[in-house]
């Protein structure tokens, strides 16, 4: 059941009537089936999956805070438990085809797995959320006592399948709040899931017809033409993904629940640190907390050592997001940027002239646009289907012949254009909404920020508008719905 269908449009107001309707000792039950519902509309079994892995982690939760001895073996134990289920659904090919690899050479091998292993929807999400968990108890943090509590926090259908990341402090105190019906909540979680919608469908899903074509023929584009790909990309994965996390924290907030803020305008990160302050916040803040911070962080004697957690920490991020040496690449490639710029802070620290160069607006904006483009190069990595097509259209994008390796192929692709002119008439009202929406949602702030009635209505009754028009027949799924 995807957000952009008409199944999640129908169950989504039965499931908020009812948890509004039932007594509020009922309520936790209530969004715990719905969530399981959701869950196993698209592949029942693996329902089984997600209870399993919630009643292992709940019981070594509580066995855990209750021990005295051996508490670090559990700890690592129920740590290494959770993350044998990820490899084996998620690794198990991509483990395999890296040791043929190696042992090629020597001409040995290793069997191929025969069987198809289908890989869980959510499953990155909700066991690094049990990590988290598990980690936070064994540092003396209170377990969850309720189990249908326990349940309901990886479970909990808006934030299931790709996030946010939640923390099991801010979640279930939410579960013990006595709730009531509060118009604010049902118009503040409306507005924001029609704004995702309006970023997922308007923008991400035209977006994605056109980046398709470029990326499954590069070498018969121009460089420039890859460039306009890449640029379509990164707005297209923010879209995409942002559009998802307005979706969740909506439909949250017609519960009555907070989950955490994702993104905060990425694309105007002043340097590759602040991009990681502002993107997918939920995965780095967990990255910084339970990978980071416990190999060491910035703790070392010299600088090196802090490079090289951080380097780990992004080469894993990386892996995290897929089973491919594109991802570990572009993992790579994320921990590389943020030793540069450390390195690149250290010189500039030096050298006033330079300082006071990177203090002033042009040089704010000069940081912001290179800070765009490598993050760029970057997702031509996370985009492009193999690693050689990667590198050739990175040989494009730099102009370095020497890493093409690929012939040409002797026939044309034409990327998809929008020929309706009303499409450029009505672009300026697109990015002035999407701006209003950013602030009204409270993306950049906090705190939402309320708009004279009428402009509000306007604003939420032009965009759905818009949809109806605009939305293209087929709505493919959320990018990160594949991690």
């Not at 029609?194 to 499954?216: M, P, Q, R, W």
């Not at 996390?245 to 949250?252: M, P, Q």
């Not at 905060?264 to 990255?287: C, D, M, Q, V």
């Not at 994008?397 to 009303?422: G, K, W």
């Amino acid at each position: 059941m995807l957000f952009n269908s008409v199944a999640y449009l129908i169950f989504l107001p039965v499931v908020l009537c009812l948890y509004w309707l039932v007594p509020s000792k009922w309520r936790t039950l209530l969004l715990l089936a719905s969530s399981y519902v959701f869950y196993m509309s698209w592949k029942p079994i693996y329902g089984l999956l997600i209870l399993g892995l919630t009643a292992m982690n709940y019981c070594l939760g509580l066995w855990l805070a209750r021990s005295n001895k051996h508490k670090k073996a559990l700890l690592v134990g129920t740590i290494f438990a959770n993350l044998l289920v990820l490899a084996i659904f998620k690794y198990a090919y991509f483990t395999v085809d890296v040791m043929n690899q190696a042992l090629a050479p020597v001409g040995a091998h290793v069997p191929n797995i025969t069987w198809q292993i289908i890989l869980p929807l959510g499953i990155s999400f909700f066991v690094f959320e049990f990590i988290h968990y598990i980690s936070d108890v064994y540092r003396g943090d209170k377990p969850i006592k309720s189990f249908w509590q326990f349940a309901l926090f990886p479970s909990f259908f808006p934030t299931q399948i790709a996030g946010p990341i939640k923390r099991y402090q801010d979640f279930i105190p939410q579960l013990n709040e006595e709730k009531h019906f509060k118009l604010k909540d049902l118009d503040d979680g409306f507005k924001l899931i029609i704004f995702g919608l309006f970023k997922k469908v308007i923008f991400a899903d035209n977006l994605a017809v056109a980046v398709a074509s470029a990326f499954s023929h590069p070498e018969l584009l121009t460089g420039a033409d890859l460039w306009l790909a890449v640029y379509a990309f990164a707005f297209q994965i923010y879209f995409d993904f942002s559009g998802y996390t307005d979706i969740a924290r909506g439909s949250a907030q017609l519960f009555g629940f907070k989950v955490p803020i994702n993104f905060s305008l990425p694309y105007l990160a002043g340097s590759i640190t602040e991009f990681w302050h502002r993107w997918h916040i939920s995965l780095s803040t967990w990255l910084r907390d339970y990978l980071y911070i416990p190999l060491g962080g910035s703790k070392g004697k010299s600088k090196w050592f802090t490079y090289r957690n951080l380097f780990l920490t992004m080469l894993l991020g990386g892996l995290w997001h897929g089973a491919a040496m594109n991802f570990v690449v572009w993992g790579a490639y994320q921990g590389i940027l943020l030793i540069l710029h450390k390195e690149f802070r250290l010189v500039a620290e030096r050298i006033s002239p330079l300082r006071r160069i990177l203090d002033n607006p042009a040089g704010k904006l000069l940081s912001i646009v290179v800070t765009f483009h490598v993050v760029c190069i970057g997702w031509v990595f996370f985009r492009a289907e193999t690693f050689e097509t990667a590198c050739r259209i990175i040989a494009k994008l730099t102009f370095i012949p020497q890493l093409m390796s690929a012939p040409e192929t002797a026939f044309a692709v034409s990327l998809p254009t929008i020929t309706d002119p009303a499409i450029f008439m009505i672009l300026p009202l697109l990015l002035l909404l999407l701006l209003a929406g950013q602030i009204a949602s409270g993306i950049t702030k906090k705190k939402i920020v309320r708009l004279p009635r009428l402009v509000d209505i306007a604003y939420v009754a032009s965009m759905v508008l818009l949809l109806l028009i605009f939305s293209p027949d087929t709505s493919p799924k959320f990018i990160y719905f594949q991690f």
